[in-house]
T-cell receptor, first 117, second 112 residues
Framework: GAVVSQHPSWVICKSGTSVKIECRSL??????MFWYRQFPKQSLMLMAT?????????EQGVEKDKFLINHASLTLSTLTVTSAHPEDSSFYIC?????????????FGDGTRLSIL | RKEVEQDPGPFNVPEGATVAFNCTYS??????FFWYRQDCRKEPKLLMS???SGNEDGRFTAQLNRASQYISLLIRDSKLSDSATYLC?????????????FGTGTKLQVIP
């Protein structure tokens, strides 16, 4: 089945640090990947849709200059949390669809637990 | 009204019981539907897609009711290992591009 790898799985760093998270589709090509954030006991919230070779589409209320997304290849998307602060601490998860079109399910990476001190 | 709504639970059921979850969606143009399972502090894992005719995978049965705009998940003969949060996901056409919206999840606790 489709496999999505996310790295790192856990980050603890000081306030003001920028953190890069990688999301890779291991056995398929993904023209579109998705970045979610999940706070404790809350639902997955879509942050942005990452499009290979073009700009990401951000959801309302998500700062594009704060959360930089790069999707330079068909198998890799990166999310950089710039100048992270404690309120950015959360569980960040990427996903990708194996196949074209919206009717295919999304497969998730393992997630990155980000803790900003 | 939220795009996708679920009863957060928790549903506490004994081993062997049958339990059902519903999920309602607001956009009648929604095209595809899924159930995911999420264990504590883990990523969601696809449980099953939901087809118009209904579909079954072992102890799990998913159904779609387009007229009433809800999907359901039935778990028979509950196992302790079924304890998790179950998320429904609905694919919605948002301004010309497809996006999947998740419900808040329903927590299931299967008790020995």
């Amino acid at each position: 089945g489709a496999v999505v790898s996310q790295h790192p799985s856990w980050v603890i760093c000081k306030s003001g640090t920028s953190v890069k998270i990688e999301c890779r589709s291991l056995d398929f090509q993904a023209t579109t990947m998705f970045w979610y954030r999940q706070f404790p006991k809350q639902s997955l919230m879509l942050m942005a849709t990452s499009n290979e070779g073009s700009k990401a589409t951000y959801e309302q209320g998500v700062e594009k200059d704060k959360f930089l997304i790069n999707h330079a290849s068909l198998t890799l998307s990166t999310l950089t949390v710039t100048s992270a602060h404690p309120e950015d601490s959360s569980f960040y998860i990427c996903s990708a669809r194996d196949g074209v079109g919206g009717n295919q399910p999304q497969h998730f990476g393992d997630g990155t637990r980000l803790s900003i001190l | 009204r939220k795009e996708v709504e679920q009863d957060p639970g928790p549903f506490n059921v004994p081993e062997g019981a049958t339990v059902a979850f519903n999920c309602t969606y607001s956009n009648s143009a929604s095209q595809s539907f899924f159930w995911y399972r999420q264990d504590c502090r883990k990523e969601p894992k696809l449980l099953m897609s939901v087809y118009s005719s209904g579909n079954e995978d072992g102890r799990f049965t998913a159904q779609l009711n387009r007229a009433s705009q809800y999907i359901s998940l039935l778990i028979r003969d509950s196992k302790l290992s079924d304890s998790a949060t179950y998320l429904c996901a609905v694919n919605i056409d948002s301004g010309g591009y497809q996006k999947v919206t998740f419900g808040t999840g329903t927590k299931l606790q299967v008790i020995p």
